[in-house]
Each structure stands twice: as structure tokens, then as C-alpha cells.
């Protein structure tokens, strides 16, 4: 067994699928970059390979990789990366291979030796199958950060924030933040929605909001970053130590 590495960082997930999770996992490797720290991210498991600059990559992987501050390949941030843009066990039947559990943790413990915060985007929403008995919430108790959780701003929001963050929970993990997302341009009653969120994750679960996103029209890791609550960002990170061997 190799030595065990102290893991610093945090574990984004999100309500859904398409509600931000990268663009504030890219502001929150800005903010820990700007910070001094060696930052990385991970995306561990990716699925969806599109051609930029006549280069076969993935969006996330890349988003994650330019946005952290440690110099990494699209294998060290991407380590399973699959073809088709679907659910990953399903992406990953169609190429004949499994998820598999062991090499992620080992992708994470390895940059986590060389980098001084990993922030970690989920797949999808919280609990995604990766395999025939594991699903991402087991993911992210592997790793045991502090989660932060991205509730994309739309009709419904609510209950699925809420719903996952009692999933988060019943994991045993900690609900660092949220993180309030305007996807939808013109969402009508967007404050109110922000209000009531605001109100149940305090009365529920003592979780601060780490930020509110506005819709922008160039939602760049330095522009997220600007809605985002530094000082709480910072204090996530001061609590999230988690230890694995592999
Ligand atoms: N605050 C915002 N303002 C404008 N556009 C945004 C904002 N946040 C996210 N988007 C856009 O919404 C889309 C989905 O965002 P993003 O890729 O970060 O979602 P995701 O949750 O990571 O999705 P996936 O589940 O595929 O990983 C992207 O086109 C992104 O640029
Ligand atoms: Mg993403």
C-alpha cells in the first residue's frame, strides 16, 4: 500500500446536468490560483469528445485543465473519458469497458501529491451509476471532501437542491455551500427562488450560500469568480482534509 496523501479541495456537484458545475469549478480553481495555491482539477469521469482545433478532447477535461494553476495533460485531469455524450455507464458499454473505481482514486491521490487544492467535478447530478453497484454519490465518499453543491436557477430547482442535499448528507459527506447558478436568462421570480433556497439549506442543514451567479454573456473562470464568496471559498478549503491511501 502506498503512503497515505492528505487530499485538500472540494467535490462540485450539481441539481442536474448542464447547470454549471464546470463553469464553477473553473471560477473556484481561478480563485485558489489567484490565491497562490497549485491548483488542479479533476474530472473523473468524462463523457463526450468533441474536435477543438483539431484536437480530439473533451470540454470539461480541457475547462478544468486551463482553469487550475498546476500544468496538467487532459489524462491527468480526464483519466476515463468515453466517446459518446450520455450517461457514463452507458457511454461506457458501448466501448466495451468498465468505470473503474480503483484507478480513479488513484488519479485523484496522484494529484493530490503534487497539487495543494483538487477541486473535483461530478458527472450529471448526484447519483449517476458508474457501474452495476456504484454510483458518483460513492465517488465522492471515496474521496470524502466537503461538497459543493451547484443548484442550477430554474422552475424545480428547489426541490431537487434539496432532495440532493439530503443525499449528500445521508453519504455522511458535508455539505460545504451552494452555489446559486442563473442558467436561464430570464428566469421569472429568480430572487424569491434564491430567497426560499437560501432560507431551507440554513434551517436544514446550516449550509452557507458560497455565491449567486448571474447569467452572463461570457461566463469566464475570472467573471464567475467575481460572484463568488472568497472568504467562504477559503474557509471550505481550511476544513477539507481528507485522507485515503491507494
Ligand atoms: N452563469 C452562467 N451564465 C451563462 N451561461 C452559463 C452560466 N453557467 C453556465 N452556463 C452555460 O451553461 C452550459 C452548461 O454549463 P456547464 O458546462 O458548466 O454545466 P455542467 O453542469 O458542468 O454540465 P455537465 O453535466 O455536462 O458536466 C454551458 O454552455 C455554460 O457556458
Ligand atoms: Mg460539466
Known sequence: MKPAHALHGCFVTGTDTEIGKTRISAALLHVFAEAGRRSAGLKPVAAGIDLIDGQRVNEDVRALRDAGSLPLTDAEVGPMQFEAACAPHIAAA??????????LLDAACALAARA??????????????????????????????????????????ISHALLTAEAIRSRGLRLAGW??????????????????????????????????????????????????DIAALHGVLASSSSVFSS
Open 179 to 228: 452555489v446559486g447558478n442563473r442558467v436561464v436568462r430570464d428566469m421569472p421570480w429568480a430572487d424569491d427562488n434564491v430567497a426560499a433556497l437560501r432560507h431551507e439549506f440554513e434551517r436544514r442543514h446550516g449550509a452557507p450560500c458560497l455565491g449567486v451567479v448571474p447569467w452572463l454573456a461570457d461566463p469566464s473562470p475570472a467573471a464567475v469568480a467575481a460572484h463568488l
Open 94 to 103: 458501448l466501448e466495451g469497458r468498465a468505470i473503474d473505481r480503483r484507478a
Open 116 to 157: 495543494d487544492v483538487l477541486v473535483v467535478e461530478g458527472v450529471g447530478g448526484f447519483c449517476v451509476p458508474l457501474g452495476a453497484d456504484w454510483d458518483t454519490a460513492d465517488l465522492a465518499a471515496d474521496l470524502g471532501l466537503p461538497v459543493v453543491l451547484v443548484v442550477g436557477l430554474r422552475l424545480g430547482c
